[in-house]
């Protein structure tokens, strides 16, 4: 069974940039859909951005458009999510979902990313105003 394990969260001034990861086990993975949900506090998760499995196919959410960049390496069975200007707004528990069943997944209801899905256990970035 494929398991996901992300990394490279941590604390940040606003303005500043990170790069978290989701390195994938146990399975395939280049032929799905991989997405980043994000939990702030007390909220519900949100779709962040989804990438298709040749990579060709990138999504994202409004607010992260132009400061977020989505890529895999399937040789390495990883996706990145790369963020730049980093906000407060954007502190949240950062979790990455491989959808089993697609190659794409555009979704941003996370009840879409939950039948034949494997999610990670999150990475926790925080951006200090």
């Known amino acids: 069974q494929v398991q996901l394990v992300e990394s490279g969260g941590g604390l940040v001034q606003a303005g500043g940039s990170l790069r978290v990861s989701c390195a994938a086990s146990?399975?395939?993975?280049?032929?799905?859909?991989v997405g980043w949900f994000r939990q702030p506090p007390g909220k519900q998760h949100e779709f962040v951005a989804s990438i298709s499995g040749s990579g060709g196919r990138t999504h994202y959410v409004d607010p992260v458009k132009g400061r977020f960049t989505i890529s895999r390496d399937n040789a390495k069975n990883t996706v990145y999510l790369l963020m730049n200007s980093l906000k407060p707004d954007d502190t949240a528990k950062y979790f990455c979902?491989?959808?089993?069943?697609?190659?794409?997944?555009?979704?941003?209801?996370?009840?879409?990313?939950?039948?034949?899905?494997?999610w990670g256990r999150g990475t926790q970035v925080t951006v200090s105003s």
């Open positions: 146990g399975g395939t993975f280049s032929n799905n859909a």
């Open positions: 979902v491989l959808d089993l069943s697609r190659d794409d997944n555009s979704e941003a209801d996370p009840a879409a990313w939950t039948s034949f899905a494997t």
